[in-house]
Nanobody, 122 residues
Framework: QVQLVESGGGLVQPGGSLRLSCAAS????????MGWYRQAPGKQRELVAA???????NYPDSVKGRFAISRDNAKNTVYLQMNSLKPEDTAVYYC????????????????WGQGTQVTVSS
């Protein structure tokens, strides 16, 4: 069983930056592939970043070059650094664990955090 708690969301102006954190508790964090998803009102939840247990990352084109996922296995934490934020990045961001991926794809696992709101607005 894995419990996930996100933090770091908030209100930011276009062009600004935020760093989200996802603290995991439970077993075998370092053996888990991890992902960040987001869901905007009226839209489906979408993957924005994923990282394998060895640190290989992948991103959709919509955030590539602006977002960066990383992990600190000693702290059982995964991060999402978001730069050059746009109003269309506004969404609830969710951490996911226990998924499968090799760096070219990520399939969500069964563990989700409660989400953290990111609002990009002037």
């Amino acid at each position: 069983q894995v419990q996930l708690v996100e933090s770091g969301g908030g209100l930011v102006q276009p062009g600004g930056s935020l760093r989200l954190s996802c603290a995991a508790s439970g077993s075998s964090f370092s053996n888990n592939a991890m992902g960040w998803y987001r869901q905007a009102p009226g839209k489906q939840r979408e993957l924005v970043a994923a990282i394998t247990r060895r640190g290989t990352t992948n991103y959709p084109d919509s955030v590539k070059g602006r977002f960066a996922i990383s992990r600190d296995n000693a702290k059982n934490t995964v991060y999402l650094q978001m730069n050059s934020l746009k109003p269309e990045d506004t969404a609830v961001y969710y951490c996911n664990a226990g998924g499968r991926g090799d760096g070219s794809y990520y399939i969500a696992g069964p563990y989700w955090g409660q989400g953290t709101q990111v609002t990009v607005s002037s």
